[in-house]
């Protein structure tokens, strides 16, 4: 199976942003101090179903601090949902997890009824679900995405709008704690502007307002262009966000080593389409960009 890339030291400085010692981490996880020191000097990796616990405590992305190199089979999508197979048994109305170990090793398709209740309990589509089948059974199927829903028709005005239309479009639906993003936004703009208060007022609603100086911070905190959230026009948010979520997909790329993947000539070719297309969206002054 795909297992999803694990390096200590990157865990290890997401505990200490977090301002965690190895005995918080361990008393979260429910596991012992020393097996986190472990980890952290990959000394022992911690089973693939503990990873999206391990990120969740961290204020981490599963994707971001451990991603994945190919599209996940099934036993992949059970560990992303923090599942062992013997956790499974309740979903195919069944004694033993059987059917879910038959199917992760490509030797009998999952009842109709069991994917419909497994990309439940996954939290995937079935087509998601469906694909990572077949892969199990050693076909070579491309990542299935779901369509997205957002309206070209309706923008996002207010700072908590744009904020849950970066958390659901770049995030997942899960984005960094309102105490990661203040000290995020601070460090980067060099100045102490942001509080963990102020940010949850920002994305809740009950601060609806703010001075562009702590709109610009927290535009740094989630790594997006200040007219992000002083704009209302809904062509530069998806333009925004369509950007950011291309740039988080080349960094996943870059951390597996995947920008060697492409050759020379392809690389002058995005290049050339890349500058290409931003100075056709933003005219002549785009001609500087490399």
Not at 63 to 80: G, H, I, K, Q, S
Not at 111 to 126: C, F, G, I, Q
Not at 185 to 206: A, F, H, I, P
Not at 218 to 232: E, G, N, T
Request: hydrophobic residues 40%; charged residues 25%; glycine residues 4%.
């Amino acid at each position: 199976m795909p297992d999803r890339v694990f390096h200590g030291s990157k865990l290890r400085d997401w505990r200490v942003i977090k301002r965690l010692s190895q005995a918080d981490l361990a008393a979260n996880l429910n596991v012992k101090t020393n097996t986190v020191y472990r980890w952290e000097n990959q000394l022992a990796i911690p089973p693939q179903e503990r990873l999206p616990a391990i990120a969740a405590v961290v204020g981490a992305e599963l994707d971001e601090l451990f991603p994945r190199l190919e599209p996940p089979n099934l036993a992949d999508l059970r560990c992303d949902a923090g599942m062992r197979q013997s956790d499974t048994a309740r979903y195919t109305n069944t004694a033993s997890p059987m059917p879910i170990r038959a199917a992760e090793q490509g030797k009998r398709a999952l009842s109709d009824e069991a994917v419909t209740a497994l990309a439940a309990a996954y939290n995937v589509t079935r087509a998601q679900l469906l694909a990572a089948q077949r892969r199990s059974f050693g076909h070579d199927v491309p990542a299935v995405k779901p369509a997205k829903k957002t309206s070209s028709a309706q923008a996002v005005n207010t700072i908590a709008e744009k904020i849950k239309y970066l958390q659901t479009e770049i995030y997942g639906g899960t984005e960094p704690s309102d105490a990661d993003l203040a000290s995020s936004g601070n460090r980067k703009s060099g100045r102490s502007l942001l509080t963990e208060d102020l940010v949850r007022g920002l994305r809740v609603g009950t601060l609806p307002t703010a001075p562009d100086y702590v709109l610009d911070a927290l535009a740094l905190a989630f790594d997006v262009p200040p007219v992000f959230f002083r704009s209302s026009d809904p062509e530069i948010d998806r333009l925004v966000v369509s950007a950011r979520a291309v740039r988080s997909q080349f960094t996943v790329m870059a951390a597996r080593g995947g920008e060697r993947e492409i050759s020379q000539e392809a690389r002058d070719q995005l290049r050339e389409f890349i500058s290409e297309t931003m100075a056709e969206i933003l005219g002549s002054d785009a001609d500087d960009v490399p």
